[in-house]
Every structure is written in C-alpha cells, then in structure tokens.
C-alpha cells in the first residue's frame, strides 16, 4: 500500500512539474519574466515538497528526485551552480541525519553522491535550457 502511494504521489508531481515547465516555455515566448520567475520558485516549492514526501529506494529513483531542486533552483538563484549545489547538499544531510534520528537508519554516503549526481543533472538541463531560450534573470 505505501509503494502504491508512493507512485501515486511520483506521477502527481510529475504531471505538476511537466505543466510548470510548459507554462514557463509559453512565458518565455512572450517575454513574461515575472510569471516566470514566480514559475520557477512555485517549482523549487513544489520540488522539495515531493523530496520530503517520496520515499525511493532504486538509485535511479534517488538521482531523479533532486533534478527538478536544482533545475529550478538554479534560476532562482540566478545561475548560481555553487549555492544550487550547496542546497542540494544541505537538504541530503538534513534528510540522512533525520532518518538516522528518527527512524534508527544507517547514515548512507552513497544516497549523498545519488542525490548530488541528480542535482548536478539538474542544473546542466536548466543551464542549457536558459541558453536554448535566452532566458534572462529578474
């Protein structure tokens, strides 16, 4: 029951995720780069939602979940690639030590380097699309 909901929610923020990002190709279009801005902050909202809710435990899974944090991150904070990773980072060790606080689990290095590899991921498909598009910082 736990996994089914788990999935449930997965493809929910996928949907989320897939209508934020074509309302901010719509926007970009038409040079709204407030919508836009407010579009990527909804998103990095939204995105570290789904990684305090999800549960995974492939290493696919733990690479996708912190992709769309530094996707939209890496706007908000303005093509910052070093404090988008450093959130990244931080949510990970937040989660490791509340997991190991709350739960008894191990503290695992390894959901560290995913989580980080996924955040890496992020930001490169986020920098290329601000300069596929000419999007432009607020």
Do not use: W
């Not at 990684?51 to 093509?79: H, Q």
Request: aromatic content about 14%.
């Amino acid at each position: 029951m736990k996994d089914l909901l788990s999935l449930d929610l997965s493809i929910i923020f996928t949907l989320i995720f897939m209508y934020i990002f074509l309302r901010i190709l719509i926007n970009t279009k038409h040079n709204n780069t407030f919508i836009v801005k407010e579009l990527f902050l909804v998103g990095f909202v939204i995105s570290v939602l789904m990684i305090l809710t999800l549960n995974t435990s492939s290493l696919f899974g733990k690479i996708l979940l912190f992709m769309p944090l530094s996707f939209f991150s890496f706007y908000c904070f303005e093509g910052s690639t070093k404090d988008t990773l450093l959130i990244c980072f931080l949510l990970t060790v937040i989660i490791q030590v509340a997991l190991l606080v709350i739960f008894g689990r191990v503290f695992s290095i390894s959901d560290i380097a995913l989580n980080m590899i996924g955040g890496l991921i992020g930001v490169f498909m986020s920098n290329s699309l601000i300069k596929k598009i000419q999007l432009r910082f607020c």
